[in-house]
T-cell receptor, first 114, second 108 residues
Framework: GAVVSQHPSRVICKSGTSVKIECRSL??????MFWYRQFPKQSLMLMAT?????????EQGVEKDKFLINHASLTLSTLTVTSAHPEDSSFYIC??????????FGSGTRLTVV | DAKTTQPNSMESNEEEPVHLPCNHS???????IHWYRQLPSQGPEYVIH???SNVNNRMASLAIAEDRKSSTLILHRATLRDAAVYYC?????????FGAGTRLTVKP
């Protein structure tokens, strides 16, 4: 079955620093990748959609300069949280959509900003 | 976006069937009905999907109303490992947005 690897699974960073999260489709090419954020006891909230080789489309209210998304290849997308602050602490989840496949989700990254 | 309505929570006893309802009265003709579930601290996991006809797979069954305005996910024998949040999602094109979902508790 389709596998999406997300790394790291957990990260703690200091306020003001940047953190990069990777999302890889291991056995298929992902035409589109999605990034979600989930706060405790809440549902997943779509942050942005990215297609390989083009700029990401951000949802309303998501700061594109703060959450940098790069989708440089058909198997890798990265989310960089720049100048992280405690309110950015959350569970970040990626999803990949491949030709003829459904959505496959990564296992998530728990970001804690101290 | 077409929206879905699910009960916030449901309880089931282990080894009994569970019927998880979902209302989607504004569904359009091209929307597929998808079900995902999320275990604690994990990404969502695909369960099943359908368009008009009822569907069965190893994990569950999906019963879709004739007018497609509602659907029911059926777990035939709940186990403790089925305790999760279950999301009913309408998918049109490349868009997957989550509602609040139903938190299923399975009692031993």
């Amino acid at each position: 079955g389709a596998v999406v690897s997300q790394h790291p699974s957990r990260v703690i960073c200091k306020s003001g620093t940047s953190v990069k999260i990777e999302c890889r489709s291991l056995d298929f090419q992902a035409t589109t990748m999605f990034w979600y954020r989930q706060f405790p006891k809440q549902s997943l909230m779509l942050m942005a959609t990215s297609n390989e080789g083009s700029k990401a489309t951000y949802e309303q209210g998501v700061e594109k300069d703060k959450f940098l998304i790069n989708h440089a290849s058909l198997t890798l997308s990265t989310l960089t949280v720049t100048s992280a602050h405690p309110e950015d602490s959350s569970f970040y989840i990626c999803s990949a959509l491949g030709q003829g496949r459904g959505y496959t989700f990564g296992s998530g990254t728990r970001l804690t900003v101290v | 976006d077409a929206k879905t309505t699910q009960p916030n929570s449901m309880e089931s006893n282990e080894e009994e069937p569970v019927h998880l309802p979902c209302n989607h009265s504004t569904i359009s003709g091209t929307d597929y009905i998808h079900w995902y579930r999320q275990l604690p601290s994990q990404g969502p996991e695909y369960v099943i999907h359908g368009l008009t006809s009822n569907v069965n797979n190893r994990m569950a069954s999906l019963a879709i109303a004739e007018d497609r305005k509602s659907s029911t996910l059926i777990l035939h024998r709940a186990t403790l490992r089925d305790a999760a949040v279950y999301y009913c999602i309408l998918r049109a094109n490349n868009d997957m947005r989550f509602g609040a979902g139903t938190r299923l508790t399975v009692k031993p």
